[in-house]
């Protein structure tokens, strides 16, 4: 038994919104608090904000039967989950404002007893910090119930959802919870439990902060070894797929895909505050990441070099724009960098984008007068050379015609497979 009725889940974003509508799905009252009305009255609605397999359905269920609601003003719950944005700052480390924001907005509410997790992927201590911002605005509270003052209960709880699988993962995913007490740790597992069917793990907080940061890492260390095999390889004259396939036929061998650099808020992100943390000890996370970040320039590079053997006014075709494949999502993705290089070194040419999942540009591209989103056909008809950023499966099985006598730079691997 978890003594909760009422979960607050402040921030509907990629993560809270599909928390909030699963936590609603099973039982729980739920409150969505968001700064953006817009989002609010979506929600409310019981229409996504953004594109998520299978959350539709859980979200208007859950809204129209009374079990989620969404609203600006954070209320009074049992139960607050805090699942706001940790952005980078410009020197790397990361932005806790959102996390002090969330704080400032619970602590008048609290009365003692009440559950505060934070889910937001933060850097070591960061729960601890959030603790602080509620105590030092109410002294009449406590971690512990030290001094007779009644405690309030916060635990980490990291999210390991991948986007594209997120309403699966959320229930099979095994899960970390890190208590900074364990009566803290004890009542966000029971809280987890009720949804989650994978195991669920007690630790505390900052080993929980740390887990997650070092599966994001380990991930984006083993893309950048792909991604510098891809140079390699180019250099030396091979096929790097067909080198990756092979290596992999070893037992114990298993590279990732090389691509056109790493994208999304949270592998590009994560790694950095390991390397904010330790810097003199994080070499091999922090050349990681430098090598991912060159990664975009390099295929730019290629593109040009293809360019310059065609005529002055010859097109490009990019097919694809989304950070990864069969989502909608642009954020932080190296294929808006490179469409972004490109529109912009190649004035004179059109530069013919191709992404089904959207049906505006981006700001960063449609400001150029020399960039139209088309469909595959008319842009790879147009282009003297393609370049594809992205496997979204509808690339996949594209005509081999449509091809011929243009050349192709396939950061992928992802045609005619
Ligand atoms: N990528 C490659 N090559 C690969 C695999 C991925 O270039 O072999 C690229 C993708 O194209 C994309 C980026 O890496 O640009 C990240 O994609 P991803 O699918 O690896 O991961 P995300 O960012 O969608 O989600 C990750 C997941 N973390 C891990 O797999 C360790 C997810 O479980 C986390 O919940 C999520 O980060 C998060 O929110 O932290």
Not at 35 to 52: H, I, M, S, W, Y
Request: with cysteine.
């Amino acid at each position: 038994m978890t003594n909760i009725q009422t979960v607050a889940v402040i921030g509907l974003g990629y993560i809270g919104l599909p928390t909030a509508a699963i936590l609603a799905t099973n039982g729980f009252d739920v409150i969505g608090v968001d700064v953006n009305q817009k989002t609010v009255d979506a929600v409310n609605e019981g229409r996504l904000p953004f594109v998520e397999p299978d959350l539709g359905i859980h979200l208007a269920g859950a809204v129209s039967q009374g079990l989620l609601k969404a609203t600006t003003e954070t209320p009074s719950a049992d139960a607050y989950i805090v699942a706001v944005p940790t952005p980078l700052k410009a020197d790397k480390s990361a932005d806790l404002s959102y996390i002090e924001a969330a704080a400032r907005s619970i602590a008048p509410k609290l009365r003692g007893g009440e559950l505060v997790i934070l889910e937001s992927t933060s850097p070591p201590r960061a729960t601890r910090q959030m603790a602080q911002f509620v105590l030092d605005l109410r002294p009449d509270l406590s971690l512990d119930g030290a001094a007779a003052k009644p405690a309030v209960l916060f635990a980490h709880c990291p999210e390991r959802v991948l986007p594209g699988r997120v309403m699966i993962e959320l229930v099979t995913n095994d899960r970390i919870v890190g208590g900074m007490t364990p009566e803290a740790g004890a009542k966000a597992k029971a809280l987890y439990s009720t949804f989650c069917q994978g195991e669920i793990f007690l630790t505390d907080d900052v080993t929980a902060e740390m887990a997650k940061l070092v599966e994001n890492a380990y991930r984006d260390v083993n893309i950048a070894f792909a991604n510098e095999l891809s140079l390699i390889s180019d250099r030396v004259g091979i096929d790097v797929w067909e080198l990756i396939r092979l290596a992999n036929r070893h037992p114990r061998v298993n590279i990732l895909q090389p691509g056109p650099g790493v994208g999304g808020h949270c592998i590009a992100v994560d790694p950095w505050f390991i390397v904010a943390e330790a810097p003199q000890d994080a070499k091999l996370i922090r050349q990681a990441r430098e090598v991912n970040d060159a990664k975009p320039l390099w295929v730019v590079d290629k593109v040009i070099d293809a360019l310059s053997a065609v005529a002055l006014d010859s097109e490009v075709a990019v097919l694809g724009l989304a950070f990864k494949a069969n989502i909608d999502d642009l954020r932080e993705s190296p294929a808006v960098e490179i469409a972004s290089h490109l529109a912009q070194a190649l004035e004179t040419r059109r530069v013919n984008i191709v992404e089904p999942y959207i049906d505006e540009l981006p700001k960063s591209l449609a400001g150029h007068s020399n960039v139209e989103l088309v469909d595959v056909e008319l842009a790879v008809k147009r282009s003297a050379v393609v370049v594809v950023l992205v496997n979204h499966d509808s690339f996949r099985g594209l005509d081999r015609d449509l091809f011929l006598g243009k050349a192709i730079v396939d950061t992928r691997g992802v045609l005619f497979l």
